[in-house]
């Protein structure tokens, strides 16, 4: 939503079961992109079923950006011991650009104070995403050659 050109703020709030088919569809638009980047339609996140996004509400902390109603964007963090392990950070299509992913992963970091850490993983290719983790204090830890056409960057951020 716009008004004069400057985006107005979204509502982050915590994700329940009956958000998943709404958070699969966001998720699914904008990994699109990723697939083409690295010319698989089969990464997980295209693939991952209803009932395993569901199931994921239930037993993580999953963050949804709403507009008007709207989900717009989400994040996953599951935390393991001091470690948040960060997933799945998706904004729709439309809304890309505009501030929603960082909006989306400092609220991650706000709602697991518990964690001493964030750990993500993102495609070699994936420029826009790793110019966003650096610019919020992640930093790379190591790289894992998936294939020919995919190695994995991780990345870790202090709190």
Known sequence: MTSGGRVLPVLIE???????????TVQRAAYVSEAQLYGDPYIPPLVESLEQVR????????LKALDAGRVVGSVRGQVAGTTCLVGRLVVA?????????????????????????????TGHLSD???????????????????DDHLTLIHLRRQS
């Open 14 to 24: 915590r994700a329940v079961a009956a958000d998943a088919g709404e958070i699969l």
């Open 93 to 121: 299509p439309d809304r890309q650009g505009q501030g929603l992913g960082t909006a989306l992963l400092t609220a991650l970091h706000e709602a697991v104070p518990e964690a001493e850490a964030f750990d993500l993983f």
């Open 128 to 146: 826009a995403n790793l110019k966003l983790y650096r610019r919020l204090g992640y930093r790379e830890t190591h790289r894992e050659r998936m």
């Open 55 to 62: 199931k994921v509400i239930e037993s993580a902390v999953v």
